[in-house]
C-alpha cells in the first residue's frame, strides 16, 4: 500500500478508541427491560464486536507496543481480555431470560469499562509517542486483518445488528431513510446517466 494511502487510514490507536466508543454505545442501548430478541442482539453485537477487537490488539497492537515500551505498560491488558472471553463464553451460553444474564452483561460491561479506562488514559497516549510514525501503518494492518476476521462472521453480525434494532424504533427509522436516500441516490444517477446518453 502506498505511503499516501496508509496517511489516510486511521491509525491503529484511533481504530482502537472506535471499537471503544462502538462497544460502549452498543452497552449503553442495552436495558434489562427490553425483549429477549432485542437483548440477545445487542449482546452478540457486544461479544462479537469484543472478540475481534481483543484479537487486533493481541495480533497487531501489542506486539508492537512491546518492542517499543517496557512490559509494565501494558499491564493487565491481556488479563482483562482474558476475563472478557470468559464472561463472553458464558453469556454465549445463556438464554437472555436466564436470572443471571444481566448481571452477567454487566460484569462484561465492568470489565470493559475498565480496559477502556486503561488503554484510553496511559497506553494509547504513550503508545502515540512511541511509535509516532508506525501509526498510520499499523492501522493499516490492522483495517486488512478485521476484514478477515469480520467476512466469515458478516451473517452473523447482520443478523444480531437487526436482532438489536428491531427494538428501536429510532434506529429502525435511520435505517429506512438511510436505504431510501441510497435508493433516491441511486435512480437519480441512473436518470442522469440515460440523459447524457440521449444527448
Known amino acids: 500500500m502506498t505511503s499516501l494511502v496508509s496517511h489516510l487510514m486511521p491509525t491503529v490507536?484511533?481504530?482502537?478508541?472506535?471499537?471503544?466508543?462502538?462497544v460502549m454505545s452498543t452497552f449503553h442501548q442495552y436495558k434489562a427491560s427490553a425483549s429477549s430478541r432485542v437483548k440477545s442482539g445487542l449482546a452478540n453485537t457486544i461479544c462479537t464486536a469484543l472478540e475481534i477487537?481483543?484479537?487486533?490488539?493481541?495480533?497487531?497492537?501489542?506486539?508492537?507496543?512491546?518492542?517499543?515500551?517496557?512490559?509494565?505498560?501494558l499491564g493487565d491488558s491481556e488479563t482483562e481480555h482474558q476475563e472478557m472471553r470468559r464472561l463472553i463464553d458464558l453469556l454465549r451460553r445463556m438464554r437472555p431470560e436466564a436470572i443471571d444474564y444481566d448481571?452477567?452483561?454487566?460484569?462484561?460491561?465492568?470489565?470493559?469499562?475498565?480496559?477502556v479506562a486503561d488503554e484510553e488514559t496511559v497506553v494509547l497516549p504513550e503508545?502515540?509517542?512511541?511509535?509516532?510514525?508506525?501509526?498510520?501503518?499499523?492501522?493499516?494492518?490492522?483495517?486488512?486483518?478485521?476484514?478477515q476476521l469480520v467476512a466469515p462472521r458478516s451473517g452473523e453480525i447482520a443478523l444480531n445488528m437487526g436482532r438489536a434494532a428491531s427494538g428501536n424504533g429510532a434506529a429502525l427509522s435511520i435505517a429506512a431513510l438511510a436505504a431510501a436516500g441510497l435508493l433516491i441516490a441511486r435512480v437519480s444517477r441512473s436518470s442522469r446517466k440515460a440523459k447524457s446518453l440521449r444527448t
Not at 13 to 22: A, F, G, K, V
Open 127 to 147: 503508545a502515540e509517542r512511541l511509535l509516532g510514525d508506525r501509526l498510520g501503518e499499523l492501522g493499516t494492518r490492522m483495517t486488512k486483518r478485521r476484514m
Open 103 to 115: 448481571s452477567t452483561l454487566m460484569s462484561l460491561m465492568r470489565t470493559v469499562m475498565h480496559h
Open 53 to 73: 477487537h481483543a484479537q487486533l490488539e493481541e495480533e497487531i497492537f501489542y506486539p508492537a507496543v512491546r518492542e517499543v515500551a517496557p512490559p509494565e505498560l
Open 13 to 22: 490507536t484511533n481504530m482502537i478508541r472506535l471499537d471503544h466508543t462502538h
